[in-house]
């Protein structure tokens, strides 16, 4: 039984910073496919973020690149997600997503299938 609960969300104001947590119990960290999803009322799911295998590879979308990034703490079974340079369109509902730990390919966490979501983080961001 995979489960992942979310903390960090907050309001704050544009050009601030937030650190987003995820605390994961039941998956072996260092497999598969961990990664960050967003989503806004009215638009779609994005997602921002992934890293596999513990971090043979790491993906962040062109709308946070340079400003956000994804890291795992295995010790602590925790995922990450420093956010920086924070913008009024970051707003949203951030979900950790986990999809496999037998994903034998960093492509597989381009999927939109991820198994296992927790409940969300919400970011305000004030312009």
């Known amino acids: 039984q995979v489960q992942l609960v979310e903390s960090g969300g907050g309001s704050v104001q544009a050009g601030r910073s937030l650190r987003l947590s995820c605390a994961a119990s039941?998956?072996?960290?260092?497999?598969?496919?961990m990664a960050w999803f967003r989503q806004a009322p009215g638009k779609e799911r994005e997602r921002v973020a992934y890293?596999?295998?513990?971090?043979?590879?790491?993906y962040h979308a062109d709308s946070v690149k340079g400003r956000f990034a994804i890291s795992q703490d295995n010790a602590n079974n925790k995922l990450y997600l420093q956010m920086n340079s924070l913008k009024h369109d970051d707003t949203a509902m951030y979900y950790c997503a986990v999809r496999s730990s037998f994903d034998y390919a960093a492509s597989a966490c381009m999927r939109d299938d991820y198994l296992y979501w927790g409940q969300g983080a919400q970011v305000n961001v004030s312009s």
């Open positions: 039941g998956y072996t960290m260092n497999r598969g496919c």
């Open positions: 890293v596999y295998q513990g971090g043979i590879s790491t």
